[in-house]
């Protein structure tokens, strides 16, 4: 099982908001960045600090995909 972040970088894009901002905003570091852009798994705590800056939930931003 592995996830996909794609709902995550739709949501950027309805909100006109670059990663780089969204990485401003969320305290995330680069690297942490660059896993997802590869959807590779990400700690509780990073998806927490982006659901709540942007105001949304998790099934928002990611799948689980087979």
């Not at 401003?24 to 990073?46: C, D």
Request: glycine share 4%; charged share 30%.
């Amino acid at each position: 099982m592995g996830v996909s972040y794609n709902r995550l970088w739709k949501q950027l894009i309805d909100k006109n908001m670059k990663r780089i901002e969204m990485q401003h905003l969320t305290g995330i570091s680069a690297n942490i960045l660059a896993r997802m852009g590869k959807n590779q798994y990400v700690s509780m705590e990073t998806i927490e600090k982006i659901c709540k800056k942007l105001d949304c939930t998790i099934d928002e931003i990611m799948d689980f995909t087979d």
